[in-house]
């Protein structure tokens, strides 16, 4: 999809960081953009910036189902279809194993995991019967390597490469999969680590 003039992407975390920048991108490059997270004011702002005929939005939490899949049909109803989806939301609580913060291990679970796997199910099935479509994947360095006070996060991102693969092989020949690996950016990522031994490492 190195041509998107006009194709239909929907970004999941989009009202900041990557995704914001994503939407940005896509728009300057002439595609039309459905984006979703939680902070309405955020993304009125964004759309309004990108312009109403090139971006729509709709309010979403990757951990609900039923918003990730209306944030789909959000999409295609105004614009026919969705041509790629960027599974983008994410959060990174990190913190050492004996801290026990159970509750933020459940939290990058449930987004990072769960989340990627809500917008895969929210589009699948549309992007078979139109027989072409992109799912992009974002895992992160710490997909492919882990660190102390990373093992939760780094686990949920090594899943987001194991599904990606997964996918990859069950639609090959119909849709194209791809997974990404950022490195450290200066986003508000960051700002959901509640541990603070963690930050030096930031």
Same mark, same amino acid.
Request: proline share 1%; charged share 20%.
């Given at each position: 999809?190195?041509?998107?003039? @006009?194709?239909?992407?929907?970004?999941?975390?989009?009202?900041?960081?990557?995704?914001?920048?994503?939407? #940005?991108?896509?728009?300057? =490059?002439?595609?039309?953009?459905?984006?979703?997270?939680?902070?309405?004011?955020?993304?009125?702002?964004?759309?309004?910036?990108?312009?109403?005929?090139?971006?729509?939005?709709?309010?979403?939490?990757?951990?609900?189902? #039923?918003?990730?899949?209306?944030?789909?049909?959000?999409?295609?109803?105004?614009?026919?279809?969705?041509? %790629?989806?960027?599974?983008?939301?994410?959060?990174?609580? =990190?913190?050492? =194993?004996?801290?026990?913060?159970?509750?933020?291990?459940?939290?990058?679970? @449930?987004?990072?995991? #769960?989340?990627?796997?809500?917008?895969?199910?929210?589009?699948?099935?549309?992007?078979?019967?139109?027989?072409?479509?992109?799912?992009?994947?974002?895992?992160?360095?710490?997909?492919?390597?882990?660190?102390?006070?990373?093992?939760?996060?780094?686990?949920?991102?090594?899943?987001?490469?194991?599904?990606?693969?997964? =996918?990859?092989?069950?639609?090959?020949?119909?849709?194209?999969?791809?997974?990404?690996?950022?490195? %450290?950016?200066?986003?508000?990522?960051?700002?959901?680590?509640?541990?603070?031994?963690?930050?030096?490492?930031?």
């Amino acid at each position: 999809m190195r041509d998107i003039k @006009d194709r239909v992407i929907l970004i999941t975390g989009a009202s900041s960081g990557f995704g914001m920048v994503t939407a #940005k991108m896509c728009v300057d =490059l002439g595609a039309k953009v459905i984006l979703g997270a939680r902070r309405q004011d955020r993304l009125e702002e964004l759309c309004a910036s990108l312009g109403s005929q090139n971006a729509i939005f709709k309010t979403s939490d990757v951990t609900n189902k #039923k918003e990730v899949h209306d944030l789909a049909n959000h999409g295609i109803s105004t614009f026919g279809h969705i041509d %790629a989806l960027v599974n983008n939301a994410g959060v990174m609580p =990190l913190s050492l =194993l004996e801290k026990g913060r159970t509750d933020e291990w459940d939290q990058m679970i @449930d987004v990072n995991i #769960k989340g990627v796997l809500y917008g895969i199910d929210a589009v699948y099935s549309h992007m078979l019967e139109r027989g072409n479509g992109q799912i992009i994947n974002v895992s992160s360095v710490a997909g492919k390597r882990v660190m102390p006070g990373s093992a939760v996060y780094s686990g949920t991102k090594f899943a987001v490469s194991a599904i990606s693969e997964g =996918l990859r092989m069950e639609s090959a020949g119909k849709l194209q999969v791809t997974c990404i690996y950022p490195g %450290a950016f200066q986003t508000e990522l960051g700002s959901s680590i509640k541990d603070e031994s963690m930050l030096e490492f930031l």
